[in-house]
Structure formats: structure tokens, C-alpha cells
């Protein structure tokens, strides 16, 4: 078999799911024996049922597991899986079009890779109306992105099992830095669909209750670098972490009175990180986080931050007399 999804599931019912199966089964140019599904229920009550497993043209399997987590679960389909490819997909989201897996084999006819991420696409809502986003490059999100089963196993990249909010960045920057044998397809052929109940999504102050999450996330990578070797990796993403966060407390959203205690608590959390990864920061020469902050500090404009309230260094000095 040449490439299996791999699914998470948990209180999505079949309504929900049937979607992606959909999606699956209108692919053409391609033989069904070729590709399969491997869904993990999460300890749900909320089981599928047997009529929709069984009434595709492709391999459906089922596993009832117990509650773990989505970051173990990813890690449960993937024991389980035997194909050449897997991709991790959300079971609440679906192929773009119907050429969507003759894309995929394309690439892997095409000399294959160890890793393939893509453009995908993000159905949105704004001020009522639908919105289709197209999301470059990233290393933020699961969706879009293909991995040769072989090349995880060989180098044990797996799903970090305590990280189960943004815990996707972990996973896809080990994926994509771990070789060289990466690819980058600029055709979407994945679409992370809309769903009302989404909080990453509805909830305007999202980021500000899980930036914390996401220090935690970076901070459990840089270990992992560590622990193989990649010390320059490590650095790299470390300093990169800090920048970001940096600029982030100088976005309107963070500055502003009513959001004081998110800023507080996630201020004292990165104190505790910073002072984990000091001398990462210290090492990385001047010229290459001049170059990293310029980087950030474009995308953060573009994201709504119109000037720093504070310098790098006065800030950087400020926290560490913080503590959590």
C-alpha cells in the first residue's frame, strides 16, 4: 500500500467524519488498493459506525483505544499503519479536490521524500461570510503534509504524548529538519474545513490563554534537538521562539488592559523558559538574530503590531526577574 490517513477521533460522529471518507472515495486516477485509513478512537463514547467503515472501496480500520490524548493517538495510527506514506489528517477535514491523492503520488513517483508539506487551504468565516484562506510553507499546522512511514521509523519521530495543544509545530519541525530529502508542493490539495464548535477558531483570545502551550511545545523541540545531537538546531529555534515572543507582547492585543492577566501569567511562564534556554540565546551570534528578527518582526506588523513598546534587551532584562 502506498499511503494511509491516519486519524485521531474523538466525539466526532459520523456525520462529522464521513466528509473525509467522501473526499477519499471520489479521488481519481488512482487505484483504491493503493490507499487506506487507519482511525484511533480516543477513548470516546462517541463510536463510528460499522455501516460507515464498511462502505468505501478502500481499507477502513477502526481501533477503540483508551483515552490518551491526540499527540498518543496520532501515535496509535501510526503503529498500527503499513504503508510506504502516511499522512495525519483531523477528522473533521477533507481533500480540496478529487486529484488530491494523484498529487501526492505524483510526488512520490517523482523521486519520493522523507517529508512533503503543501499549500493547503482553511475554510473561514468572516462577519458571517465564507472565507477560503490559503496557507503557505509552514510548520504551525498538521494539514497538508506527507511522511515516508520508513524514514520516522528509522529516526524515531513520533508525536510528543504531553503536548496536546499545539503540538503540531513539534512533530512537523522534527520532520522537516531531520533530512534533507524534503519537499515543498505548491498545489493545495487539503482543506481544513470550518466547524462552529471549534475554540481554536471562535475564541478571539485563543492565543492569549495557550501561548504558554505553545512555549511549552517549542521548549519540549529544543530538548529533542538536544538529545540528538542538533545543537545548532536547538539554537536556532530557541532564538526564534524568543523573538517571537518578544513581538507578540507588542501586539495591540497583549498591550491592551482588559488582557493584563494573560499577559502576566504568560510572562512569568516564558521568565521560567528563558532562563531554561539562556544560554542558547547567548551563543547565537548577533548578525544571525538580526536577521531572524527582521523575519519576525514583517510578519508581526502584518499581523497588527504597529511599533515596540520596549526594547528586546529591556525586556528580555524585565523577565528574568519573574518567575511563575
Not at 292 to 308: K, P, V, Y
Amino acid at each position: 500500500m502506498k499511503l494511509q490517513l491516519l486519524v485521531p477521533q474523538y466525539n466526532e460522529t459520523d456525520d462529522v467524519v464521513k466528509p473525509l471518507l467522501d473526499s477519499l472515495a471520489t479521488q481519481q486516477g488512482i487505484d483504491f488498493d493503493d490507499v487506506g485509513v487507519i482511525i484511533c478512537n480516543d477513548g470516546s463514547d462517541i463510536h463510528l459506525s460499522d455501516d460507515l467503515i464498511n462502505s468505501y472501496p478502500f481499507e477502513v480500520q477502526y481501533h477503540l483505544c483508551e483515552h490518551q490524548g491526540v499527540s498518543a493517538t496520532r501515535n496509535e495510527c501510526l503503529d498500527r499503519a503499513t504503508a510506504d506514506y502516511v499522512m495525519f489528517c483531523d477528522a473533521d477535514d477533507m481533500f480540496l479536490m478529487n486529484c488530491a491523492i494523484w498529487i501526492i503520488f505524483r510526488e512520490i513517483a517523482a523521486g519520493g521524500f522523507d517529508s512533503l508539506t503543501s499549500v493547503f487551504v482553511e475554510e473561514s468565516r468572516f462577519n458571517g461570510e465564507i472565507n477560503f484562506i490559503h496557507h503557505e510553507t509552514d510548520s504551525t499546522f498538521v494539514h497538508g503534509k506527507v511522511h515516508r512511514r520508513q524514514y520516522l521509523k528509522d529516526l524515531n519521530i513520533r508525536w510528543n504524548p504531553k503536548l496536546t495543544i499545539h503540538e503540531d509545530s513539534y512533530f512537523n519541525i522534527l520532520c522537516q529538519n531531520l533530512s534533507q530529502n524534503v519537499k515543498y508542493c505548491p498545489t493545495p490539495f487539503y482543506l481544513w474545513r470550518w466547524r462552529d464548535n471549534s475554540v481554536c477558531r471562535h475564541d478571539p483570545k485563543y492565543i492569549l490563554k495557550t501561548y504558554t502551550n505553545m512555549l511549552d511545545s517549542n521548549s519540549s523541540l529544543i530538548d529533542e534537538f538536544i538529545k540528538r545531537g542538533r545543537q545548532d538546531l536547538a539554537m536556532t529555534f530557541c532564538c526564534s521562539m524568543i523573538l517571537d515572543a518578544y513581538y507578540t507582547m507588542n501586539k495591540p492585543e497583549w498591550i491592551n488592559q482588559e488582557n493584563v492577566a494573560y499577559r502576566d501569567h504568560t510572562e512569568r511562564h516564558f521568565a521560567d523558559y528563558f532562563k531554561k534556554w539562556k544560554s542558547l540565546w547567548n551563543m547565537m551570534p548577533d548578525q544571525n538574530k538580526m536577521v531572524m528578527s527582521n523575519q519576525i518582526r514583517q510578519r508581526s506588523i502584518a499581523e497588527g503590531m504597529q511599533f515596540e513598546a520596549i526594547t528586546i534587551d529591556a525586556w528580555l532584562k524585565r523577565i528574568t526577574k519573574l518567575r511563575k
